[in-house]
């Protein structure tokens, strides 16, 4: 049963002891269009949480809200209280008119002794740099200098928009493997936004496919089965995404009964009515 | 002579204190890229000076409450985004400039030099000039100390700063209020049409000798000053006006500034 997919979010709007951000029916409009309508979505501590969608779906914007950054015209949030949240925007530059070390910039938000620093700036990929410009980082090095800085802010909830843009592919996986490994260590909620699917579905626990509203919500290897998600990717693409994650020889009928798999992904009954 | 040397002493005096909290601000302005929020503040300080003769309040105070009321008019026009910004403070600018101008024709039985006010008269400062100018700087620079890291965290990126639980909104406020304070006092040395330069100009030469802010805030302090002195002097050498001299000064050692190879990143993104 827990393959299959849902058309709201798993958890919803229940809120258990480890969820530390949950949205309810949330809705925003930007001139007269609806960027986002009736949008459910709680975040778990300890879990990883990718959100999906084309360009223009309302990801940030959801982000966004969660993070409060932004009120939304309908619905709530509500969030754990003292919850700290951590946010790697996805662009993001200094002025070059602005002197700043990389040093300065990770204590903008407060002092810090001088070995977490070095020690979260080691833990991002970036040793060393603590004395740099920040005008003189390349993208992917901004990216992670910008990860360090909310890191040290210890957050229960961490939201990293497109950190895989700028990451060539052989960084990615890497990357993937440092979010894995910063949510265990700071055992924090992180909410992921990637329009890239394909390394999306190797390190997420959760995958939320937004196209205004919420298509449906699963587990990766659930998702790609789904109808909403093959409709607004194509099919194709989704085959090579179920291809690509799981090399299952079986699929899950509704009831969870195993089913055997041939070769035609398409016909593998993920188990939607 | 030593009428000479009084008013000159005066203008030294309040150049310096004008210089020293235009400095430090000015990076502000040029890092929040607000110079031409700051240049049409300023056009607008004309109908403060309206305002603070027709109420009967020093100059100096309906200037910069006009300066902030600008400011705030701005802020909640900008954000109907019925035109875009750029646009919304041309209009502002030269709106306000206009309405000070027929302000002050319609104040008749006042004589206003007009050109003191549209190019400053450093040479005419007053004791009680002197006591305004270096009692805001004094303000201004407490502001500062007291807000530094924060004003730092919300102008390198507000919504990160915002994340962190900073009230970005009051800090917004705070600068915009500093602005205020600082054209008020800053157009008394070289006049509503220059003085963003006097804010501007030593900070872009400061940028390319500083490796940090807080250095940079310094610099630009330091470089205002030196302009104050060399324009000061060459208009009493030459006979030539102040503000206008000031104002060159600080242009040629940004030129100057140029042939320095920068500390820091040159990189543009």
């Given amino acids: ?273 | 002579m030593a009428m000479i040397e009084d008013f000159m002493l005066r203008a030294l005096l309040g150049g310096l204190g004008v210089a020293g909290v235009a400095g430090p601000l000015g990076c502000f302005v040029i890092w929040r890229r607000m110079v031409y929020f700051g240049a049409a503040l300023a056009h607008s300080a004309l109908l403060g000076v309206a305002l603070g003769l027709a109420l009967g309040l020093p100059t100096d105070l309906g200037i910069a409450v006009l300066c902030l009321l600008m400011a705030l008019g701005f802020l909640a026009l900008d954000r109907s985004q019925v035109v875009a910004s750029d646009t919304l403070l041309g209009i502002l600018a030269h709106t306000s400039l206009a309405l000070g101008l027929l302000a002050l024709a319609l104040l008749e039985d006042l004589r206003v030099d007009l050109m003191s006010y549209l190019f400053g008269d450093i040479l005419a400062l007053n004791l009680t000039d002197l006591a305004v100018i270096y009692g805001l700087m004094a303000a201004v620079l407490c502001v500062f100390l007291a807000y530094w890291r924060p004003l730092l965290s919300a102008t390198v990126d507000e919504e990160l700063a915002r994340v962190e639980g900073l009230d970005t909104g009051w800090m917004k406020l705070l600068f915009t209020i500093l602005m205020a304070v600082v054209i008020a006092i800053g157009m008394k040395v070289v006049g509503i049409l220059m003085v963003i330069s006097l804010l501007i100009i030593p900070a872009a030469t400061a940028r390319r000798l500083a490796s940090s802010p807080e250095g940079m805030a310094l610099a630009a302090a330091l470089c205002g000053a030196l302009s104050v002195v060399l324009g000061l002097l060459g208009s009493y050498w030459w006979d030539l006006p102040s503000g206008a001299a000031i104002v060159a000064a600080a242009a040629g050692l940004f030129l100057l500034s140029l042939s320095i190879a920068a500390p820091a990143s040159r990189r543009r993104q």
């Fill in chain 1, 1 to 273: 049963m827990n393959m299959q997919t849902q058309p709201q979010d798993a958890v919803g709007p229940i809120r258990d002891q480890a969820s530390l951000v949950t949205a309810e029916g949330v809705a925003i409009t930007y001139a007269g269009r609806a960027v986002l309508s009736a949008i459910d979505l709680t975040v778990n501590r300890g879990e990883i949480v990718t959100l999906i969608g084309l360009n223009g779906s309302g990801k940030s914007t959801l982000a966004r809200i969660l993070l409060g950054l932004l009120q939304p015209d309908a619905g709530r949030v509500w969030r754990v209280p003292g919850l700290r949240h951590g946010y790697v925007p996805q662009s993001f530059a200094v002025d070059p008119a602005m002197p700043l070390t990389v040093r300065r910039f990770l204590t903008l938000g407060g002092k810090v002794a001088d070995d977490v620093l070095t020690a979260t700036l080691a833990e991002v990929g970036l040793p060393g740099r603590l004395e740099a410009q920040v005008a003189e980082l390349s993208g992917g090095e901004l990216h992670r200098a910008m990860l360090a800085r909310a890191l040290l802010r210890r957050p229960d909830f961490l939201v990293l928009d497109e950190p895989m843009s700028g990451v060539d592919v052989s960084g990615q996986g890497q990357l993937y493997q440092l979010i894995a490994t910063i949510r265990d260590k700071y055992n924090c909620g992180v909410l992921l936004i990637s329009h890239d699917l394909h390394v999306v579905m190797a390190a997420t626990d959760r995958v939320v496919c937004l196209n205004h509203h919420i298509c449906c919500t699963g587990r990766p290897d659930a998702i790609v089965g789904d109808p909403e998600f093959r409709a607004l990717f194509g099919a194709q693409v989704a085959d090579q995404l179920a291809l690509y994650h799981h090399h299952h020889d079986h699929a899950h009928e509704p009831d969870g009964g195993v089913v055997p798999l041939d070769d035609d992904l398409d016909q593998g009954g993920h188990g939607h009515d």
